[in-house]
């Protein structure tokens, strides 16, 4: 059988003249009817300011011969598209938390350099000819059919678009090389925005002190925070240093040490975190941290792969191995941690 469907590209202006000349169904009776905050509207227009890709449109196109004029459905699309359409009428500003360079103007306030960027940005759209209401629906079951079960991270990231998300999401792409250079992170669980739900355990850490890293705990804070991240630019800096006092201390050694697993890679960024600006809620005394502690600090770290690799042997029993004060540290590792799921 024949394919059904063309994709091709279309552009804003394409969907701007389809709407000025009633050619545009933004409401066909398969379409949700959800409303996309003013914060997912301005995440999308900042996409498309940056010249990133979107998901693709799915749009019925039908001919009327009599009238020689073509009817365009939105089947799967219609918030994206009325986004655009609303922003390019001067409906709403970006927000500042996306993009600062053009949160103080409307579109028609712009430099006509970017105006052409957006109209020109192009959507890759998937063009369902002359189809049947039966086969749309077809078409959305198998679909979904493929479509991987969103985890507790990518779900975060697609219901919040305020201050924290930007900043957990900038950073950890910013830190993208460093988690899977040094094991830390596989390159499949960053896809899977391990390394988002890991960044904003962290900057929790940093905030308030360590709390239980369960999903709960970390849905709260996205939803505390939407609106504004308390100490944003500071959190964020103070993680760029932590990261560097990391490498500095463990130079090109984190990669094969058992620090670099999230299990322990956690305790040990608070850790240091805690020396150079102090944990909220932990008394331990703390002293900052140079470049000349380096090599002591390297060595006292050297002591954890140790306790681990002791733990790994199959020649003699743990508790044989292990000291008191390595059996207690050992305990609380493997049987008090909640950061790791």
Not at 122 to 133: I, Y
Not at 154 to 168: A, K, M
Not at 303 to 316: A, G, H, L, M, P
Request: with cysteine.
């Amino acid at each position: 059988m024949a394919q059904r469907f063309d994709s091709r590209k279309q552009s804003v202006l394409d969907f701007m003249h389809w709407h000025e000349n009633g050619e545009l169904d933004l409401a066909p009776k398969f379409q949700r009817r959800s409303v996309w905050s003013p914060r997912a509207q301005s995440y999308l227009i900042d996409t498309i300011v940056r010249g990133k890709p979107i998901p693709k449109i799915f749009m019925r196109q039908e001919v009327n011969p009599k009238t020689r004029k073509t009817r365009r459905e939105i089947v799967d699309g219609q918030q994206r598209i009325r986004t655009v359409l609303s922003y390019v009428a001067d409906g709403f500003k970006i927000s500042s938390v996306h993009n600062k360079e053009l949160s103080t103007k409307f579109f028609s306030g712009l430099d006509d350099e970017t105006k052409k960027d957006i109209l020109s940005y192009e959507f890759t759209v998937d063009l369902l000819q002359n189809m049947e209401d039966s086969d749309i629906y077809d078409i959305f079951a198998r679909l979904n059919t493929y479509s991987v079960t969103l985890n507790a991270q990518e779900l975060r990231h697609s219901q919040h678009f305020g201050d924290f998300r930007t900043s957990v999401s900038n950073t950890s792409t910013e830190f993208s090389r460093f988690w899977s250079a040094n094991h830390i992170l596989t390159d499949k669980a960053i896809l899977r925005m391990r390394d988002a739900e890991y960044v904003a355990d962290l900057f929790i850490a940093m905030s308030v002190g360590i709390r239980a890293g369960d999903r709960k705990v970390i849905d709260n804070y996205y939803r505390d925070w939407d609106e504004t991240f308390p100490n944003r630019t500071s959190i964020e800096n103070r993680f760029r240093d932590v990261i560097d006092n990391i490498g500095g201390i463990m130079d090109d050694s984190l990669a094969t040490s058992s620090l670099s697993s999230t299990r322990l890679f956690y305790p040990f960024f608070c850790t240091i975190y805690h020396m150079q600006y102090g944990l909220t809620g932990f008394d331990h005394p703390r002293e900052k941290i140079k470049i000349p502690d380096y090599p002591k600090i390297l060595a006292a770290m050297s002591v954890v792969d140790d306790i681990i690799e002791k733990e790994k042997s199959e020649d003699t029993k743990l508790k044989d191995l292990l000291n008191a004060e390595e059996a207690t540290f050992y305990k609380a590792y493997s049987e008090h941690w909640v950061h790791t799921r």
